[in-house]
């Protein structure tokens, strides 16, 4: 993590939590209303956590009182994947009202045609200004530019559609790239929710 | 707002702000990494909201990353028609594990056959007792017990579906006991995002 | 199923198929048209969709485009729950603007105080119309009807919110009533989507 | 409209109708169950639409149970505005299995550097398939492919968020090679429902 709180991603990007609410004691907030129960021992809110999470039928909505808010750089092309995930809020910089920073997602490792991959990008930039410049809106001078280009964005999520975007990202079949997103938000997660996300790779993820 | 910060709705209701994240700098947050762009003056950011809640079509994304928890305490039939409300997430006591206590709404003034009212709705908490007495379960013992019963729940809410709740509630068709919520918790919101609170009341609510 | 399409479900209730739209072929179309590939034996499309249903983590997605409109006939105290699932579409007889029809849930079989209930259920009909009679609101008097009193709405929801209803509702831990309105919602979903329910019924319900 | 039912949009895309339930009477449904009332002259359903289009605060669930499913074949950076609209269900072919057509957009009329462009689209292609060729992932190798290029997708939504989105796209703030898809759909919409999409037009779009 760097001074301002970003953790680096690929070659570029980065996660930063930029506020929350609730945590862990927002679930307990949640489950222990339904039953007007409180904590008898120092150790019950932990494990009515731990059933909760074990549950099968899931009880989702004990999970959703807590909220996170990110700040998000990443490739169009994991971005485009991360905003299928509809429960949960988003604001994205505009390539309609900005002009794209020239960065886009360089593959690491000693990759073939590597080169050609960047002659290539850089020539679908020099082509973006170029079309600007010669009078193109921008919302469609930006046709040009690979979805490797990266974006910014912010994303309001709860804890519990969280969880269910990080399973689905920490999958084997998940996009490698997209992956080490979920990897970053995982461990911010289990320090904001520590007994929330310890379940959480307990019985959901099978760590 | 009594020392517990629960403010009095009704003869026995309260609503009572538990936890908020974002308030007006989240909706600037939303707005502004959209154009990249700063405030250039002291009140910029305030038009910006002023501007964004008067636009049509709506701009909900930016309003989205405010987000509140209210704990809650009103008759069943309030309860009904606000968890009606689907862009939220709410825990309640449940009926199925708490015994109910013996609280329900009177209304105020000077109603014909008030005392008929009264009397029923202890005769109703008496079989109630009854029937758990006999060996019923709760979940089917509580039918008798009518909509005016107190109920308490949490609500976490983001600012966006806030506002349509408001509008709705607010409105002179919806119920008076149900506006009355609205009236307490419009302060609330009013006091924790003044800006946004302040346009929302100007160019929603036309007050 | 009675010959108006009811299937009766307790002692008054009712559940009813109005429409739908998509079925097991709609699965098949969300499927195939991220692969864009084509079934090559008659039988690829049954065992993608076992397939689908059969991994973790889910593919929710493409169970979202069969969609149902059910009407439903049952107690107050299992509309409130089914309502609190959110990713559905509702609207209910509204006891604001209709008077309530004397229709209330008695339970089967020999339970003690049962006249007493009944006689309760009686009198509150009685108090509520004379409230009426006396110029109290309808949505003022409906307070002293108990939540075993019938209601009716309908339901539009898509087949994957559908399922998780149903698991939750199947559950042994759910209440007894509420479950009876799954397990004839099971069968038409069954009917509709044959292919779709066999799979959850082998890998979610593990029938 | 072609034989297939495609209607064509922009230079290689188009909309096509899959599938609908309800229509216009979905919408009566809906209202009538609430009030438990009947049309009582043939003019009558007609004249409550208009009204519930009309009024505010919105009814926004009787025109949920109205659905409708398209297949949508356009450039990605229409796509990309299309899936922020969170109440719908969308699949799409995805470019980690496929190998991308060689399709993109190419803007009508007399544009400076149009064929620089064309050029470079082809030149993205030539290169993605020789990276393919090279042994990268599809995944990685679209990186190169600019958001012009073309996709599919199928779009199962309500009439009330297609409102939403209809009414946002047709907007003249709108990107306009999104608002030509809107112009499409709404003809579709307003075959399919024409008491609703008469209404929407004349109380939103105020046409």
Not at 104 to 121: R, W
């Amino acid at each position: 993590m760097d001074p301002s709180g970003r953790r680096p991603v690929l070659d570029k990007g980065w996660v930063q939590l930029e506020a929350y609410m609730g945590g862990d004691a927002a679930v307990i907030r949640g489950a222990r209303i339904c039953y007007q129960s409180t904590a008898r021992t120092p150790d019950a809110d932990e494990r009515l956590i731990r059933r909760l999470m074990a549950s099968e039928p899931k009880h989702n909505t004990v999970f959703e009182h807590a909220v996170f808010r990110f700040g998000i750089k990443c490739p169009l092309f994991v971005a485009r994947q991360w905003m299928r995930h509809r429960i949960a809020s988003y604001n994205e910089r505009s390539l309609r009202y900005c002009i794209a920073d020239r960065e886009y997602y360089v593959p690491e490792g000693d990759l073939s045609q590597k080169d050609a991959y960047i002659e290539h990008m850089e020539a679908s930039f020099d082509l973006y200004e170029q079309l600007i410049e010669a009078g193109w809106k921008r919302e469609r001078a930006r046709g040009v530019l690979g979805t490797a280009v990266y974006t910014e964005f912010i994303w309001t999520v709860n804890a519990w559609s969280l969880m269910n975007w990080l399973q689905k990202r920490l999958d084997p079949g998940a996009q490698w790239e997209h992956g080490q997103y979920a990897k970053a938000i995982l461990e911010i997660f289990s320090e904001i929710m520590p007994v929330t996300a310890s379940a959480f790779k307990e019985s959901v993820l099978k760590l």
